[in-house]
């Protein structure tokens, strides 16, 4: 860093704040964009089925068969569509109205009655297979529970073997918003480091603010740094929003450490801010910019960070493929400052991992930004 | 090595673009002295900015080398920067800055104190006449006036040597002489200036010139020995101009090859363009005062006006780009309000900035524009041949747009905005920034059309080519505060002090008399 | 006559033929439209999936008896585990959890063998991972079945009667493994058609407007509506020949059946292309430059992908916010090219999902092309 001059660094960074503060679509994308994030994960998106479409083929008129129905119809899980004509059920099927029909054929309370073994039918939409294997599930959890209390009735309670007691640890009551939530901060920081710094190194290449620039004495460490502190505190100002709105708005506990956090949202911001000042001076063109940042920023922040998709089940060369991208770790970080305190396991290599990529990052932009133009 | 340390040396330099066969620029050797103004010209594509990059360090030569008072260009890059000033041909402001924040950017930038600040600042200010829109941001400034706020920052330093690129291009007469005296003011101090331009007067001002063709050096000296090396054959004496034409190959004089192929418009007796009380305002702030004057059929009708002045708004008005506040404007009898396509059709336009798809070929743009005036078929295709071969495109046909020498840009801009052969032409400065010959050549051109019948209204900064045109508006502060033929204007000022005025002189007398009268 | 409508079309025909040469020219951007959707595709298919396997659990078994071993042995040889811990120690839970080793471990106690030989419910701890809540969910249910033939299997040793269940048979349609992959890749040929066509019409207008051609074609004799079509065409053109890439890469790479109509499949996203691209056309007719129709066109996509039905169903959302999902596009998309390829989806049905788009895409374009006229004005 010889011949730094903060002076120099100083109106650098000025312009890019005044930039900053002057173009709406940074805070579109820093505030107004997290909000949306935000709320939607808070009030609406859920891993959680609940009231799933389910359709009830009844073609047995018995009180038994109507016994069974009514228990379909107290369950929430369900939102049952009762219907007498198969044609129409499995039409409402294929349209998507409802996610699966269970059959309730016409000799099924004759059979059950003899006890002979009942074949029962549930028909699935197996297109989507997530709300068809809660269906499956449920609905046989259902149907298991009715037959025990037909049979139980008159009779003693049946002494079961083993008896599972769960226990949830973190998350007690399973709310996919408290794991929802911390995993989305990633995504906002990523969207905020990486795509913002890679289009407006871009532009200034694209308008030839570029050449004038580096024509004049400002040191390479000087601009960079320039460029790194504005979005960088664009990106905390954004974390203290998300924490804000995660902690107080929507009761997400947060039992870790906020400097642990602090620390690891700071590594993170600068891989992130790397890896787009890396992309724009390779590309210098804000289209083809925005383009990788998808690919490798915008993607892998969303699919391979393990907050939506089970990193473990995925194919092992994608596993392998999430270790290079530093949301996964990230992610890590934020679920088990949230949820589970700082565990010092996870959080250590993860952030060694991260700040390993930061530097790489970082560094291959200061050997990448070199005073030259072609 | 110590001789190295005053001045720039450029020792068998060589720069070749990769993927490029020939080279940009071939084996020049030349000693830049300090305390003199150099200037470097050459028709475009000549290899001028290549060179300037090169002593910048922005490029890295292919072989040999610049040392810039003893910095090498390679190796000591940064430090080069702390005693160099550059501006290059297009300088890049900040549009969403205002005037004052680019210029304390770039203050900041190149080391200048608060103290210093203030003075060097009214001094930038005083020149570029940018002083009432200090708040103004750089995006909502005029052309002429970017170009001069560009400059200004460039100059902030305090350079061991200053680099040029084309700096005047675009600058109007008043400020280009300003210009002029405060780097001669430098050069006495003893700085280095390199000053590339198209513009011969400027060049033959220079104390020394670097004449460039096609990347070779052919000429470097004095500018008077120029004309000597050339005319050493003849007997006559010969000017600057006819000489550095001569070494080039010669004049393009004689009738245009573009108005041989084209027939006569039908004569109308309407007049071709009628504006009345023409207004514009953004906000508070008027544009435009109430403009209204009619130009007839054949008539070539100049807009002449220092940067900023609202020429280009006046323009836009015509053209449809812009909605007047007030008033009307009539092209061909047709309203750009009432019926715009029509309208449209019959007029060619041509802008400041280039502005054709810089991403698709010659040939590509030919077939858009023919394509989007409507043109069908056989004639479509007659019209694309008969452009690339009067602008001698043919070279050129498969290359990006953007990447073509600015001279064969411009030739392009004008053959696109001509196929259609439209009665009215707007050429918002056609020739801003192309090297003589072309600038002759589109002179030519025009003079020939309007003897065809169309009509033809431009906007120039170069006062010897407001010579050309039939009649000027002379535009100042959003008003027309004179019109009339170049004879005309120029009689407006004449008096015992100035017995043989010319239109430069007009132009300067007319702007301080309208401010003199006008209250502040 | 017949050359007056010629007049007409011609202009916007060069247009569109300009536009796509403008993208396809360039061999950096001919390569961004290829390379990178395959690859999104392919990653992505195997990145994107709720299956739950190659799962790790772990067991602190405090029992020696032959019951517990019982378990365990059935738990080690199931096929839905990648690995099952023996811990020795009580704090190996915590840690093993708390470092993501496993999703889930099982406790159980001293007594466990003695509970269940003498006829009582040993009671099993079971502690899940709440971080992640949906696997561990999942995997608890895998736990559940091993633990229900555990039951029934021990009992029926111990000569006890057990009431045979009703014997359940699932059919699942159009997906007989409930695959998830047959999910994710048709979803994904539609993301990535709409993150192009987005992309593309969003910034096209900006680039014109930063570049200066956008006054060119103002002064040209074109009217607004030809601006407009000329701008949309195109987008439509790559796109379209994007999905038909995306399509044949699909046939070739995947087992994914399809079952039904190309024709509907090519009118439907037809129209779903033209609604994505009037959401374009809105986007870059408020944006002044390249970089908010970037940044504008993010913070649509994002909303989308999370409330389209994609990452998480529809039916899962509160019923306030259900119909609210209506207003994007590829909500509607997705009910149709899953129900395409999976279903066979019939006309009418396909009709049914594809006015919403149809609204949509009137809206917006006529929202975006009086926005262009209110701006050249």
Same mark, same amino acid.
């Given at each position: ?374 | ?520 | ?250 046939? %070739? !790479?995947?087992?994914? &059946?399809?079952?039904?109509? @190309? ?7 037809? *129209?779903? /292309? +033209? ?65 395409? %390829? !999976?279903?066979?989806? &019939?006309?009418?049905?396909? @009709? ?7 609204? *949509?895409? /009137? +809206? ?14």
């Amino acid at each position: 860093m010889k011949h730094f001059s903060f002076s120099r660094f100083l109106a650098y960074f000025e312009k890019e704040v005044k930039q900053i503060m002057r173009d709406p679509s940074t805070f579109l994308i820093a505030f107004v964009l997290p909000l949306i994030m935000m709320f939607i994960f808070g009030y609406g998106v859920s891993l959680d089925a609940d009231k799933v479409p389910l359709g009830l083929l009844v073609e047995d008129t018995s009180p038994t068969a109507r016994s069974l129905e009514h228990a379909f119809l107290g369950t929430t899980y369900f939102d049952v569509k009762t219907s007498y004509n198969r044609s129409a059920i499995e039409e409402d099927l294929t349209g998507g109205r409802v996610r699966g029909i269970v059959v309730i054929s016409q000799d099924f309370s004759k059979n059950l009655l003899k006890g002979v073994e009942t074949p029962f039918q549930i028909l699935l939409d197996g297109s989507e297979p997530n709300t068809a294997r809660f269906v499956l599930n449920y609905a046989e959890g259902v149907v298991n529970n009715w037959v025990k209390q037909q049979k139980d009735e008159g009779k003693s309670f049946l002494t079961l073997p083993l008896r599972a007691v769960p226990r949830i640890w973190f998350n007690a009551s399973l709310e996919s918003r408290y794991v929802l939530l911390p995993g989305s901060i990633a995504i906002i920081m990523t969207l905020i480091g990486t795509l913002l710094t890679a289009l407006v190194v871009a532009r200034e290449w694209e308008r030839g603010t570029m050449e004038a620039i580096m024509a004049t004495p400002l040191r390479i460490s000087e601009m960079l740094l320039a460029k790194l502190v504005p979005y960088f505190l664009l990106g905390l100002c954004a974390m203290i929003l998300c924490i804000f709105l995660t902690v107080v708005l929507f009761q997400v506990p947060f039992r870790g450490s906020y400097f642990i956090l602090f620390i690891s949202t700071s590594i993170f911001l600068l891989a992130a801010l790397g890896i787009g000042l890396v992309v724009s001076s390779t590309t210098r063109n804000q289209f083809v910019a925005s383009q990788i940042v998808i690919i490798i920023g915008f993607l892998p922040a969303f699919m391979l960070s393990g907050f939506i998709f089970e990193i473990s089940s995925m194919p092992w060369i994608i596993q392998m493929m999430t270790y290079i991208f530093p949301p996964r770790y990230f992610v890590t970080i934020l679920q088990s400052s949230f949820l589970s305190g700082t565990t010092w396991a996870l959080v250590l290599p993860s952030l060694l991992v991260m700040f390993f990529i930061a530097s790489l990052f970082l560094g291959i932009s200061a050997l990448k930004m070199v005073k030259r133009i072609d | 090595m110590s001789k190295n340390k005053d001045a720039i040396h450029i020792t068998s330099l060589g720069k070749t673009f990769p993927g490029s066969k020939k080279a940009a620029l071939d084996n020049i050797n030349a000693v830049i002295r300090p305390g003199i103004i150099t200037g470097l010209i050459g028709p475009d594509g000549a290899g001028k900015t290549t060179l300037l990059r090169l002593m910048t360090g922005l490029l890295l030569p292919s072989h040999g080398k610049v040392n810039v008072f003893g910095l090498d260009t390679v190796q000591d890059a940064e430090r080069l920067h702390d005693i160099t000033g550059y501006m290059p041909q297009k300088f890049g402001l900040y549009e969403d800055l205002t005037v004052i924040e680019n210029l304390n950017l770039y203050a900041a930038l190149h080391g200048i104190s608060e103290k210093e600040k203030s003075e060097v600042f009214e001094k930038m200010l005083h020149f570029t006449s940018l002083g009432p829109f200090t708040t103004r941001l750089a995006g909502n400034l005029s052309g002429g006036m970017k170009q001069k706020l560009g400059l200004a920052c460039s100059l902030l330093g305090k350079p061991k040597a200053l680099l040029l690129d084309e700096p005047s291009v675009g600058v109007d007469p008043v400020s280009r002489r300003e210009l002029w005296k405060m780097v001669s003011d430098l050069a006495a101090e003893g700085i280095c200036i390199v000053w590339s331009t198209s513009y011969l007067d400027e060049a033959d001002r220079c104390s020394e010139i670097l004449l460039l063709n096609e990347g070779k050096l052919l000429f470097y000296g004095p500018p008077k020995d120029l004309a000597k090396q050339v005319s050493k054959g003849g007997k006559e004496e010969i000017g600057f101009e006819e000489a550095f034409i001569e070494i080039l190959g010669g004049s393009h004089r004689g009738e245009s090859v573009l108005t041989k192929h084209m027939s006569s418009k039908k004569v109308k007796d309407a007049p071709s363009i009628q504006i009345e009380n023409l207004t514009k305002k953004f906000g508070d702030f008027t544009a435009a005062r109430d403009i209204s004057f009619t130009i007839k059929q054949g008539e070539i009708f100049g807009l002449l006006g220092p940067n900023g002045a609202g020429k280009s708004t006046i323009f836009k008005m015509l053209c449809g780009l812009l909605q007047p506040t007030e008033g009307r404007a009539l092209v061909s009898g047709y309203s750009l309000k009432t019926a715009p396509s029509e309208a449209r059709l019959r007029i060619g336009y041509m802008a400041q900035k280039f502005s054709l798809y810089s991403d698709l070929s010659v040939k590509e743009n030919l077939n858009f524009f023919s394509g989007v005036y409507g043109l069908i078929g056989h004639h479509r295709q007659t019209q694309i041949e008969k452009m690339i071969s009067i602008f001698e495109l043919t070279p050129y046909l498969a290359d990006n747009a953007g990447l073509l020498p600015l001279g064969f840009k411009q030739r392009l801009a004008l053959a696109c905005s001509l196929m259609h052969e439209p009665d009215v032409l707007f050429l918002d400065e056609p020739t801003s920034g192309v090297d003589p010959l072309v600038r002759e050549e589109f002179w030519n051109h025009i003079q020939g059309m309007a003897a065809k019948g169309v009509t033809i209204m431009v906007t120039t900064h170069f006062i010897e080519e407001a010579e050309y045109c039939d009649r000027i508006a002379l535009i100042y502060g959003g008003s027309s505060i004179a019109s009339g033929t170049p004879m005309a204007l120029k009689e407006m000022v004449r008096s015992k002090a100035l017995p043989k005025p010319t239109l430069e002189d007009a132009f300067i007398t007319l702007i301080e008399q309208f401010d003199q009268r006008r209250p502040l | 006559m017949k050359k007056q409508i010629k007049n007409v079309w011609l202009p916007i025909r060069t247009l569109i033929i300009k536009e796509i040469l403008a993208v396809w020219r360039d061999k950096k951007s001919r390569i961004t439209l290829v390379v990178p959707p395959l690859i999104q595709l392919i990653i992505l298919s195997h990145a994107a999936t709720l299956d739950v396997n190659n799962i790790s659990i772990g067991i602190f078994n405090q029992d020696s008896g032959w019951y517990s071993q019982e378990l365990t042995q059935r738990i080690k040889g199931s096929p839905y585990f990648k690995h099952v811990y023996d811990y020795k120690k009580p704090q190996s839970i915590r840690e093993s959890i708390d470092k993501q080793e496993v999703i889930l471990a099982l406790h159980l106690q001293p007594n466990f063998s003695k509970l269940v030989a003498e006829g009582n419910t040993a009671p099993v701890q079971v502690i899940l991972d709440g971080r992640k809540s949906n696997a561990s969910q999942i995997v608890f249910g895998y736990l559940n079945l091993i633990f229900q033939s555990y039951n029934r299997d021990i009992l029926k040793d111990q000569g006890i009667d057990v009431p045979e269940p009703i014997s359940i048979q699932y059919r699942s349609f159009f997906n007989p493994n409930i695959e998830y992959i047959y999910f994710t890749v048709p979803s994904l040929v539609a993301i990535l058609s709409m993150i192009l066509a987005l992309m593309v019409t969003a910034m096209s207008v900006s680039r014109e407007r930063e570049n200066g051609t956008f006054d060119q074609l103002l002064v040209s004799p074109l009217q607004p509506w030809q601006i407009l079509i000329g701008k949309m065409m195109p987008a439509m053109v790559i796109s379209i020949g994007e999905s038909t890439l995306l399509m044949i890469a699909v046939l %070739f !790479l995947y087992n994914i &059946p399809f079952k039904g109509s @190309l024709i509907l499949l090519y009118f439907s996203m037809i *129209i779903f /292309l +033209f609604s994505i691209v009037g959401i374009g056309l809105f986007i870059s007719s408020i944006c002044k430059t390249q970089q908010q129709s970037i940044l504008g066109t993010f913070v649509f996509m994002t909303p989308t992908m999370l409330l389209s039905g994609y990452a998480t169903p529809i039916e899962n959302m509160p019923p306030w916010l259900q119909p609210v999902t209506n207003i994007f596009p590829i909500k509607h998309f997705f009910i149709i090219i899953r129900g395409i %390829f !999976l279903k066979d989806m &019939p006309t009418l049905e396909v @009709l049914r999902y594809s006015w919403p788009m149809v609204l *949509i895409a /009137l +809206f917006t374009l006529a929202l975006s092309g009086w926005m262009f006229k209110r701006r050249l004005e």
